[in-house]
């Protein structure tokens, strides 16, 4: 599986506040798009926050806490091999606080079903938290854009 690309973390990336504390969520960011490329879920666990929601771009169920997450990506994984998600931020920003940051961008997803190609976009937005150690995302919230197939 192709990973994605890994450009140095920020490039391209509008950084507001302290910019040391804006690289380092958008190094969180690019570990987390790898740790989706990879499938390795102790990486994804460890870019979430305990109590962290996801709210998916379509239709989709309200994904609250980190285990339910790590559930659902294992059964995405399984049930979609050939799966890949990618968020690319164009705006990080941290609060006054060092505390708080919020990240918007787009994102992007791709699969195989039934010989078909399917492709969706759209926007996201992300609240991350710097927990004394890291910093962890707390909630997600994804709009769906366009779809192809």
Same mark, same amino acid.
């Given at each position: 599986?192709?990973?994605?690309?890994?450009?140095?973390?920020?490039?391209?990336?509008?950084?507001?506040?302290?910019?040391?504390?804006?690289?380092?969520?958008?190094?969180?960011?690019?570990?987390?798009? *790898?740790?989706?490329?990879?499938?390795?879920?102790?990486?994804?666990?460890?870019?979430?926050?305990?109590?962290?929601?996801?709210?998916?771009?379509?239709? *989709?169920?309200?994904?609250?806490?980190?285990? *339910?997450?790590?559930?659902?990506?294992?059964?995405?994984?399984?049930?979609?091999?050939?799966?890949? &998600?990618?968020?690319?931020?164009?705006?990080?920003?941290?609060?006054?606080?060092?505390?708080?940051? *919020?990240?918007?961008?787009?994102?992007?997803?791709?699969?195989?079903?039934?010989?078909?190609?399917?492709? &969706?976009?759209?926007? &996201?937005?992300?609240?991350?938290?710097?927990?004394?150690?890291?910093?962890?995302?707390?909630?997600?919230?994804?709009?769906?854009?366009?779809?192809?197939?």
């Amino acid at each position: 599986m192709a990973r994605p690309s890994r450009t140095a973390p920020g490039s391209d990336v509008q950084m507001l506040g302290d910019k040391l504390a804006a690289r380092a969520v958008a190094a969180a960011r690019s570990d987390f798009n *790898a740790a989706l490329a990879d499938r390795n879920m102790d990486s994804i666990a460890a870019v979430l926050a305990e109590a962290v929601t996801l709210v998916p771009g379509d239709d *989709a169920v309200l994904i609250e806490g980190r285990e *339910a997450q790590l559930q659902a990506w294992q059964s995405i994984f399984t049930n979609m091999p050939d799966v890949t &998600y990618v968020r690319a931020p164009s705006r990080i920003e941290i609060g006054e606080d060092g505390e708080l940051a *919020a990240e918007s961008g787009r994102w992007r997803g791709a699969w195989s079903s039934e010989g078909f190609s399917i492709r &969706y976009t759209g926007r &996201y937005f992300a609240k991350w938290r710097f927990d004394g150690l890291r910093w962890v995302i707390e909630a997600e919230v994804f709009v769906t854009l366009k779809r192809q197939s």
